[in-house]
């Protein structure tokens, strides 16, 4: 299948801080990338939505202040945790699809944070 | 909004027995997904299904998708060691998915 690089895997970072994740479709085009948060044993919860050249979707209780997404290009989208807190300390995932809708996503490694 | 549940949410099995995940959505679905999450990676795309009363198979993984598109099971034939993980469906209203909250699968040799 297609390849998703999501970097870092894993950061430390001290609170108040701010933290960038990329997520770079390697080999296709992705005109959609989704970003994920799942705590220990939890399922994934979609935080937002990202379509390449437009502004981000966000799910209901996400702030967007808090956690910027920019989809500047096919194969880069990138995710800011602004001045973190312990409570965002968590596993981060993103995956993207070539198509809006309909087909499979592909995932990255996925970055865990914490905050310190 | 749009829920997805999955039950059971832990299962242990001896290595042999056969092993269900069923999936249910609050809302009517366009298709779903399947992914396997081993301890500690990511999620892995297993198979899409998308029309009403569907069934897919993968060597002894079987998908359906029921006749109304809310609901979704995964049967794993005589299980192995290696399917240990959790599963996850993820179910598509319009162009996002929203995943299930998940199965754990432990397969006890």
């Known amino acids: 299948g297609a390849v998703v690089s999501q970097h870092p895997s894993w950061v430390i970072c001290k609170s108040g801080t701010s933290v960038k994740i990329e997520c770079r479709s390697l080999d296709f085009q992705a005109t959609t990338m989704f970003w994920y948060r799942q705590f220990p044993k939890q399922s994934l919860m979609l935080m937002a939505t990202?379509?390449?050249?437009?502004?981000?979707?966000?799910e209901q209780g996400v702030e967007k202040d808090k956690f910027l997404i920019n989809h500047a290009s096919l194969t880069l989208s990138t995710l800011t945790v602004t001045s973190a807190h312990p409570e965002d300390s968590s596993f981060y995932i993103c995956?993207?699809?070539?198509?809006?809708?309909?087909?499979?996503?592909?995932f990255g490694q996925g970055t865990r944070l914490t905050v310190v | 909004g749009q829920q997805v549940m999955q039950i059971p949410q832990y299962q242990h099995v001896q290595e042999g027995e056969d092993f269900t995940t069923y999936c249910n959505s609050s809302t009517t679905l366009s298709n779903i997904q399947w992914y396997k999450q081993r301890p500690g990676g990511h999620p892995v795309f297993l198979i899409q299904?998308?029309?009403?009363?569907e069934v897919k198979k993968q060597k002894r993984l079987t998908f359906q998708f029921g006749e109304a598109k809310k609901n979704s099971s995964l049967h794993i034939t005589a299980t192995q060691t290696t399917d240990v993980g959790t599963y996850f469906c993820?179910?598509?209203?319009?162009?996002?998915?929203?995943f299930g909250t998940g199965t754990r699968l432990k397969v006890l040799a």
């Open positions: 990202s379509n390449e050249g437009s502004k981000a979707t966000y």
């Open positions: 995956s993207a699809s070539a198509i809006r809708g309909g087909t499979e996503a592909f």
């Open positions: 993820a179910g598509s209203g319009t162009y996002k998915y929203i």
């Open positions: 299904l998308v029309k009403s009363g």
